[in-house]
């Protein structure tokens, strides 16, 4: 069983940038389906994007291209969140989730094992 570690969360200023972290420890990760998602008070859990670890082949939603980026340090057992220019609508519990590849790699992963989440606040 896989067990997802985020960090990097806190409170930036509006315009800033952060990165967070996932983490798998002791898990093979060579073929594993990552995703971001978020959820804002108040609000539904909302898709942020995702990436493949074989290949780092990766997906966003609509609303998060260009600002967002997915990104894996095998090595590591890492997968990365860089968020640029954040906006106070950013603000949310970010979290994690790991599960196997579907045949269109992280698309459309129903994703079983998740973090905890970490908290990002952008302040006006």
């Known amino acids: 069983e896989a067990r997802l570690e985020e960090s990097g969360g806190g409170l930036v200023q509006a315009g800033g940038s952060l990165r967070l972290s996932c983490v798998v420890p002791?898990?093979?990760?060579?073929?594993?389906?990552i995703g971001w998602f978020r959820q804002a008070p108040g609000k539904e859990r909302e898709g942020v994007g995702c990436?493949?670890?074989?290949?780092?082949?990766?997906y966003y939603e609509d609303s998060m291209k260009g600002r967002f980026t997915i990104s894996t340090n095998n090595a590591k057992n890492a997968v990365y969140l860089q968020m640029n220019n954040l906006k106070p609508e950013d603000t949310a519990v970010y979290y994690c989730?790991?599960?196997?590849?579907?045949?269109?790699?992280?698309?459309?992963?129903?994703?079983?094992?998740w973090g905890q989440g970490t908290q990002v606040t952008v302040s006006s």
């Open positions: 002791g898990f093979t990760f060579d073929d594993y389906a």
């Open positions: 990436i493949s670890t074989s290949d780092g082949s990766t």
């Open positions: 989730a790991g599960d196997l590849p579907s045949d269109s790699g992280c698309y459309g992963v129903t994703y079983e094992y």
